[in-house]
């Protein structure tokens, strides 16, 4: 399947969130009720409007089947570097398994050498193997123990 990338705007952000929502976990977490809910469209604004952060759909023809979001970061660390952060990668449901992850997460890596990163970097919740036999397989390693600590869910906030 030919991809074509394209930044998402402010009228994909229903489709956005009912993808981020199409999975067990996504289930618990998101809000995908309309009309859409307003911390979306703040933070929708937030990434839009800040250089080092891309929110990103893969599309076949006009159809968005994939999604995920860059942050470009630097650090002290590795002699002042540049790393690439991907989050929130999702295909659509029906589409898994057909290659659209592959090219999504190789078009995101030359995303980072094109912004001079030495490092691109990514998490996977440990309730996803699937997801984390992906990412290996494209060469990612659990090189590292990750830690989060949350302070407000959204149903709390």
Known sequence: MKLSFRQATATDLPLL???????RLGKQRED????????YIQAFKQIDSDPNNQLILAQSE???????QLTFIPYLTHTGSWRCLIEGVRIDRELRGKGIGNQLIQWAIKQARENDCNI???TSDKQRPEAISFYESLGFKASHEGFKLV???ANNA
């Open 151 to 153: 302070l407000k869910t």
């Open 120 to 122: 691109v970097q990514l």
């Open 32 to 39: 995908s009720s309309t009309p859409l809910n307003k911390a």
């Open 17 to 23: 969130i009912k993808m981020l929502a199409d999975d």
């Open 62 to 68: 006009q159809q968005v089947v994939g999604m995920l």
